[in-house]
């Protein structure tokens, strides 16, 4: 069974930063595209970023480009995301999704794929 931990959310000022970890337990982690969501109250659940398992090839979203950065350990099956210059807009809750994938495949869609962790929540507020 595939099980997806994300940590590192907290409540922090605009500007600051935050690291954002996902531990992937129960899969072959070194095949698996990697993706980070967030959802904001009242709203859809929106793409942040994507990595490829060979590459690897990264997505990121217009709003997050050039702030955030999303890597990957696979020697401890742990996928991150960096947030730099965090602005309001930000506040969310984000969550870590992983599928089996081809080698340069990095789903922009949460449609693309089955397993997810539980969320952390990201506030970002003076």
């Known amino acids: 069974q595939v099980q997806l931990v994300e940590s590192g959310g907290g409540l922090v000022q605009p500007g600051d930063s935050l690291r954002l970890s996902c531990i992937v337990s129960g899969a072959t982690f070194k095949y698996y595209a990697l993706g980070w969501f967030r959802q904001a109250p009242g709203k859809e659940r929106e793409f942040v970023a994507s990595i490829s398992w060979s590459g690897p090839r990264i997505y990121y979203s217009d709003s997050v480009q050039g702030r955030f950065t999303i890597s990957r350990d696979n020697a401890n099956n742990t996928a991150y995301l960096q947030m730099n210059t965090l602005k309001p807009e930000d506040t969310a809750v984000y969550y870590c999704?992983?599928?089996?994938?081809?080698?340069?495949?990095?789903?922009?869609?949460?449609?693309?794929?089955?397993?997810w962790g539980q969320g952390t929540q990201v506030t970002v507020s003076s």
């Open positions: 999704a992983a599928e089996p994938s081809g080698p340069w495949d990095a789903s922009e869609s949460p449609n693309g794929y089955r397993h």
